[in-house]
């Protein structure tokens, strides 16, 4: 990972635990708790790639199993973290667009139902039977809708910073158009240079058409 990566992925991972354990986990909300921190390994999955994405998810559980209040077996949510990271790094596209904000939404219904599903698995291997407590479905449930909430003010500002970070020319040369940094694309940017491309060789076909017609005069 190149040193933009580390920087920008420490500090958002950082930041993204503080508000998780410090905002989130306390407003009392009823079943799952709203999880900044996946969103923040999602993001960066879907620009960096998968090793990365699996680097940036292991180190981000391992310190959200080391951060007060951690009442669950370290390692658990690393090992969570880590497989979201790598599964969402395969789905990136070649060419690193998006052109629809489906794709992107889809994956964090899958990411918050898998990483509970995964969570409370673990868990019950080691132990930990939380999950069954609170009741799998009512976890499921709620993960997924607060997850949905997060995901449009998160999601594409992280992407977008990610690709700043990156120096991608992408990030610069669409203009906003592309759904990896600005979500909600749909196109506009490629259809308006393609009306300027065909603008231009209308231009210079009218260009043509007139010289012809002066030289035609010229040799009469």
Partial sequence: MRFNRILL????VVVALV??????????????????????VLALALVYGHVSGALIGFGAGLLADLAPPADHAAGTYALVLCV????????????????????????VVAAAVAST?????????V????ARHVGLVSLLISAVIYDILLAPFTVPLIMALARRAENDPLAENTGGADVSTGWMASGTGLRIGSQRSGLRI???????????????VKRL
């Fill in 84 to 107: 979201i990271g790598y599964l969402a790094g395969l789905t990136k596209p070649e060419n690193g667009q998006l052109r629809s904000a489906t794709g992107p939404m889809v994956m």
């Fill in 9 to 12: 992925s420490t500090t958002l």
């Fill in 127 to 130: 132990g930990d039977t939380a």
């Fill in 202 to 216: 209308k231009a210079a076909r009218s260009r043509a058409a007139r010289a012809g017609r002066i030289k035609g």
């Fill in 117 to 125: 599903l995964l969570y409370a698995g673990v868990g019950a291997l």
């Fill in 19 to 40: 508000l998780q354990v410090s905002i989130l986990a306390r407003l009392q909300l009823p079943g799952a708790v709203p999880d900044l921190l996946l969103l923040v």
